[in-house]
Structures are given as structure tokens and as C-alpha cells.
């Protein structure tokens, strides 16, 4: 039987009328050469951003199963356009919703997990001949309300379905052509991989290389699908997002990476005694705030000094639960510095070498930047540092692994 091909277009791609008749083209050419094509999509340009909006101004707290409702619809006009724009150039096209191709997820509105999805009516059009598009994003629970996956989470719907289908490859077109060893806007020489690991695209992602969503990725792993990062634009091959044992090569470091939408917190005095860790950080991710990097000092006089960072944006609902901590455990009132940058750098060449953080430290200690926190991982070393020295970090520690162009 011919090839089952999986294509996911974001946002961007699909921004305008025109853009969608240039991916329907795209589409096309698969097509005509007699592969059974699914097509995932996303909204159109921000028109999620906008849903959003919508509904601020009718309320700040509106019911969860509310705005799943309103934000699946993004989706729809995409896939029904997309359509359309397929029929007008002479390909036969099916769009479906998530409902109707029974992308059955749990009950959990904005951050739905897939748990099963039906391929028999996905099955029925391809047997017709036709294009299958499938809204991105979007499922539905058992009860049948619809639910949305989290943002971004339309990479999520184009894996699942590959690994449904038992498709090889599943193809995510954006506006990037690829995974870089870091944001070129930072980095000049910042050059494209042709493969990076699931593992290192996980850390990425959690860094807020916003290429892929993150459980598009632990898919890909699960499942054995290769996932295809690359421009809807242009014709260039991307990067192939595989499982290690495909890479013969394993870097040391593939990405270094700049975070800097965390603010860092410290509480210092905080007595020694067990259970005061769980206490502060069970109260705050029970606000579903997430703590990133933390640091406990070892015990001096029977005192800690705790620190750790979380999200600017948390800042609020945080600062009420640190204070009345602080207060109940008679430590110092919380120090909040909202000018850090988290700097790491990723690779799973990491786990059978050594001297890589020696390394980095190194590169930090030439250009005078002071390391105020380190935390490690087994293919990831992240070091705060003062805001205004992110982008030389990133650069000096690029070049001190010879990832540039020419180098
Ligand atoms: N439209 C959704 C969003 O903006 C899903 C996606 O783009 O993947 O988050
Ligand atoms: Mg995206």
C-alpha cells in the first residue's frame, strides 16, 4: 500500500488565504505522487491569541470547559479552508474535527492528554482517495465535551495520529527550517542540525525553545516516530528529531540555550528540620505554579538558605505563599530578583564525558560573568547569571564548544 505521510502546518503557515493555498499546493505534490496524505493544522496566525482575548473581555475566570469550547474553533476554520483551497486546485479533500476522528482524550480541559484515536473514518476518506485534514489541538473526552491539548499543542495531534497510522515519519512544518545549536537571532554562527535526539529536543523544549510542544516529543520517542522539523517556506530538508541509538556522532553540547522569563527567589534562615521543603514547594504546585532550578545551602548553625526559580508571570499568586512561609517558619522575608537568565547548555554526548561543565564554567569565568546558581542534569548543565550577560553567555559558551559555522 502507498506510503502514509503525516504533515502538520502551524500557525504561521496557514496565516492568511494565500499562505494556505501555497501549503495546499505543498500538500498537492505529495498527493499526485499517490502517497496517502494526513494533514494536522493549527489556527490561523493568532487567531488563538485572539479567542483568548475575546473571552477577557467577558470575563477573567471563565469555566474551563467554556474556553475549550471557544478555542477549538480556531482550528476549524483552518482545516475547512485548508480544504476548500484543495478541492479549488482539483484535490479531493476531507476535513474532520478532533470529535469526529474520535481523538478521545482525558477530562482534563486546557492540557488534555490523547488517549486513543479511531482511524477508521481517517481510514475511509484516504480509501477514497482523498486528503485527510485533522484539526490540530483539539479532542474530546468520554462524557463528549471537547477539550484542547495546551498550547502549542497541535504538534501533539500531527504525532499521535503518525504513530496511529503507523506512519515513519511525521512531517512538522513551521517558520524555523530546523533545531539550531541556539537562537540565531542570538547567536550569528548558529548553525542547523540534521539530527538531534528526542532527549536533547525534550530539554530544549522545556527551555523554551518553542519549536516543538513537549508531548509531541515524548510521543515520538514512545512510539518510534522520527518527527521532521522544517520550513513550510522552502523546500530544505530540516532536522530529524530521532531516537539516540540512530546518532552515530553524540555531542558533548547540541544547544545552549538563554531562559529569561524566570524571576529567582531566596529565603534564607529557614530552620533545618525535615519537611520543610515539601511544605514550600507542595504549596506551590498546588497553585500549579513549576519550580525550576533549586538550590538548598547545606545547614550552617541549624539554618538553610533556599533558592529556586519559577516563572515571572507566578510572581503573583507566589509571593503571598512565600511570605506567610517565611512568616510561619521565622526565616528572613523572600529576596525576589527578577533580572536572571537561566543559561544551559544541552547534549547527551554529556553522559560518557567528562570536564563538559568545567568547561562552560570556564568560558563564564573569561568573560567575568559570575555564576550564581549551578544545576545539572544528566545531559544538561544550566548556571544563573546576571539578565544583562545572557547573550555573551550564550555566545562564549556556543564557541567554547565549537558549534559555529567554521569552526
Ligand atoms: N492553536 C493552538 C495554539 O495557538 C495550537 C497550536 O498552534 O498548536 O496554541
Ligand atoms: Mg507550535
Redesign the pocket.
Known amino acids: 500500500m502507498a506510503n502514509i505521510i503525516v504533515q502538520k502546518f ?2 504561521t503557515s496557514v496565516g492568511t488565504p494565500e499562505r494556505i493555498m501555497n501549503v495546499a499546493k505543498r500538500i498537492k505534490r505529495y498527493h499526485d505522487q499517490g502517497d496517502r496524505v494526513v494533514v494536522v493544522v ?2 490561523m496566525g493568532h487567531s ?1 491569541d485572539e479567542l483568548i482575548e475575546l473571552a477577557e473581555q467577558i470575563t477573567k475566570n471563565p469555566p474551563k470547559r467554556e474556553m475549550d469550547m471557544l478555542l477549538s474553533t ?2 476549524q476554520v483552518s482545516v475547512s479552508l485548508l480544504a476548500m483551497a484543495l478541492w479549488e486546485i482539483g484535490t479531493p479533500a476531507q476535513s474532520f474535527t478532533g470529535s469526529q476522528v474520535k481523538m478521545i482524550t482525558d477530562g482534563n480541559f486546557s492540557n488534555a492528554k490523547i488517549e486513543t484515536v479511531d482511524r477508521s473514518k481517517i481510514d475511509g476518506a484516504l480509501d477514497q482517495g482523498k486528503v485527510v485534514i485533522v484539526a ?2 483539539q479532542g474530546i473526552d468520554k462524557e463528549g465535551n471537547i477539550t484542547t491539548l495546551g ?5 501533539t495531534s500531527a504525532v499521535a495520529l503518525a504513530a496511529v497510522l503507523g506512519a515513519k515519519e511525521c512531517e512538522i512544518y513551521t517558520d524555523v527550517d530546523g533545531v539550531y545549536t541556539a537562537d540565531p537571532r542570538v547567536v550569528k554562527q548558529a548553525q542547523k542540525h540534521t539530527q538531534i535526539t528526542y532527549e536533547e529536543m525534550l530539554e530544549l523544549a522545556s527551555l523554551g525553545a518553542g519549536v516543538l510542544h513537549s508531548r509531541s516529543v515524548e510521543l515520538g520517542m514512545n512510539y518510534d516516530v522520527v518527527i521532521h522539523v522544517r520550513s513550510s517556506f522552502n523546500d530544505n530538508p530540516g532536522t530529524l528529531v530521532v531516537s539516540e541509538d540512530k546518532i552515530m556522532e553524540k555531542l558533548k553540547v547540541s544547544g545552549v540555550t538563554a531562559k529569561n522569563d524566570q524571576a529567582r527567589i531566596t529565603i534564607a534562615n529557614v530552620p533545618d528540620k525535615p519537611g520543610l521543603a515539601a511544605h514550600l514547594f507542595g504549596e506551590l504546585s498546588s497553585r500549579d505554579i513549576m519550580v525550576d532550578v533549586i538550590v538548598q545551602s547545606s545547614p550552617y548553625n541549624g539554618r538553610n538558605t533556599i533558592s529556586f526559580t519559577i516563572a515571572k508571570k507566578d510572581l503573583g499568586a507566589a509571593i503571598p505563599i512565600l511570605e506567610s512561609f517565611a512568616k510561619s517558619e521565622s526565616a528572613e522575608k523572600p529576596e525576589i530578583n527578577e533580572s536572571i537568565s537561566i543559561v544551559s547548555a544541552v547534549g547527551v554526548g554529556m553522559k560518557s564525558h567528562v570536564g563538559v561543565a568545567a568547561k562552560m564554567f570556564q568560558s563564564l569565568a573569561e568573560s567575568g560573568i559570575n555564576i550564581e546558581m549551578i544545576s545539572t542534569s544528566e545531559i544538561k548543565i544550566s548556571c544563573v547569571i546576571p539578565r544583562e550577560h545572557a547573550e555573551t553567555a550564550v555566545n562564549r559558551i556556543h564557541e567554547a564548544f565549537q558549534l559555529s559555522k567554521n569552526s
Not at 498550547?151 to 504538534?155: A, K, L, Q, V
Open positions: 502551524g500557525g493549527s489556527a488563538t480556531g482550528e490540530g489541538f498550547r502549542g499543542g497541535s504538534d
